[in-house]
């Protein structure tokens, strides 16, 4: 009796069963999904978008699964995800959510940033409200259309005005000038890197750096001359003595000042009594009034001093009374000699 073997179809059969548990373990390595389901507490969060998640997607801290998505539904116009955390991973009130993409097949998972211990423990049904979605493909070229528009008009418009030969020509003497700024700029660096010029001479002369150095040497030493107390600046500065002196006389100056506001003194009445004031106001106007008389010739002074008349016999009065004088002058003498002599004979 001849031994037979195992049939191909038999072994195309066991390939074929070992390939499909094998498809079976790595479809559930690539979804991560559990055979049983995770036992925690429940907790939500609320995103702008959770387009690609779908249930039972991974739910990562610091890339450590720590639960998975429940239930995906609208709350307003956000989407409100329900996920379930083990039971020993604590999340704080002040917890983030981030949906990101994992893998080739761009698979979603949500990672929570669980907060700070100080903060209070987020309760079983609380709500993450600090969250953020991942940016779609189509949104991103949304935004990036109206740029690539912007970069393809001002491309036309470099075309056009490169284009042809007045633009060629135009760019070529552009780029000319730019090479001839250069070489200029190579050239002034060098000059100046050989000592030429005013500013050449600044870098590169050493007397000048000399005269320099002394100049601040001498600066240096007025300045501790100073700061030791030598010199008149030097007295002023560290002198106790003139500071006191100072201090005491601007003390003395502030309070006279006082005494003068308080109307104290002479001064001090002088500017703040009111009386005082009226009067010297009375006065001048009485000066003024007196003054103004005498201009129109009012009163004896006036008079005086405004009526011609009596100048010219004033005037007459006075060389009268000169040659009277010079007479009498003239007479004194005689008389006085007769009274002597007269006298003398009585006396006999």
Request: hydrophobic content about 35%.
């Amino acid at each position: 009796m001849e031994k037979r073997g195992i049939s191909t179809e038999v072994k195309v059969g066991i390939f074929v069963f070992i390939g499909l548990i094998v498809l079976g373990y790595m479809t559930l390595r690539v979804e991560r999904i559990k055979l049983k389901t995770t036992d925690g507490y429940e907790i939500a969060a609320l995103f702008d978008s959770a387009s690609g998640l779908v249930k039972s997607s991974p739910i990562q801290i610091a890339g450590i699964e720590v639960g998975r998505v429940k239930d995906i539904r609208l709350s307003g116009n956000q989407a409100k995800v329900i996920m379930t955390i083990q039971k020993e991973v604590p999340i704080y009130a002040d917890a983030g959510a981030v949906l990101r993409t994992q893998g080739v097949l761009g698979d979603k998972y949500i990672e929570i940033y669980p907060g700070e211990e100080k903060s209070s423990r987020l309760p079983a049904g609380g709500v993450i409200k600090a969250t953020r979605s991942t940016i779609e493909l189509d949104h991103i070229l949304a935004k990036a259309m109206p740029v690539m528009d912007d970069i393809r008009s001002v491309t036309k418009s470099l075309s056009q005005v490169v284009g042809g030969d007045e633009g060629q020509n135009n760019l070529k003497e552009t780029f000319f000038n730019i090479k001839k700024s250069t070489e200029d700029i190579r050239s002034m660096t060098s000059g100046l890197s050989r000592g030429e010029g005013t500013i050449g001479k600044l870098i590169r002369e050493e007397a000048l750096y000399q005269d320099m150095r002394a100049t601040m040497s001498g600066l240096k030493e007025t300045v501790s001359q100073i700061q030791s107390g030598q010199g008149t600046i030097g007295k002023l500065v560290k002198d106790e003595e003139f500071f006191n002196e100072t201090k005491k006389a601007m003390t003395s100056l502030q309070n006279v000042a006082k005494k003068i506001d308080s109307g104290e003194g002479t001064l001090g009445k002088l500017i703040h009594d009111d009386s005082l004031y009226k009067e010297a106001k009375e006065t001048m106007a009485n000066l003024n009034q007196t003054t103004r008389k005498i201009n129109q010739g009012e009163g004896t002074l006036g008079k005086l001093i405004n009526d011609d008349k009596l100048y010219k016999e004033t005037n007459y009065t006075l060389r009268s009374v000169t040659k009277a004088t010079e007479g009498l002058t003239e007479q004194v003498p005689v008389s006085i000699l007769g009274t002597v002599i007269g006298t003398i004979l009585l006396s006999k």
